[in-house]
């Protein structure tokens, strides 16, 4: 059963705030708005880690880390690990 349609407040909220703060504001589920990021920026795959990205996540703890660099709490914990760092994050 498809929810309610996305309208373009939802995805200028979407696009422009952390996750949890646009999942609370359209209602709708931290990984809805995941997934609906992802379809507006045409695609799951972001690219290569930037060197920057990578300073940021060995300075910043990690629910810091996931407001600041537009990248999925899955990702971000994930390269955590491949630097050798805490996640921080029980489950991920």
Known sequence: MPGR???DADD????TLPAPEAA??????VGAVYTR???LRGGGV???WAEAEDRLLMRLPFGVAVRYIQ???WAIAQRRRKL???TDEPGL
């Not at 200028?12 to 696009?15: A, G, I, T």
């Not at 609370?24 to 589920?29: E, F």
């Open 5 to 7: 349609p996305w309208t």
């Open 12 to 15: 200028r909220l979407v696009m």
């Open 24 to 29: 609370r504001r359209t209602r709708r589920t």
């Open 37 to 39: 990021r992802s379809k």
């Open 46 to 48: 972001r690219g290569p």
């Open 71 to 73: 990248r999925s709490p």
């Open 84 to 86: 050798g760092l805490a």
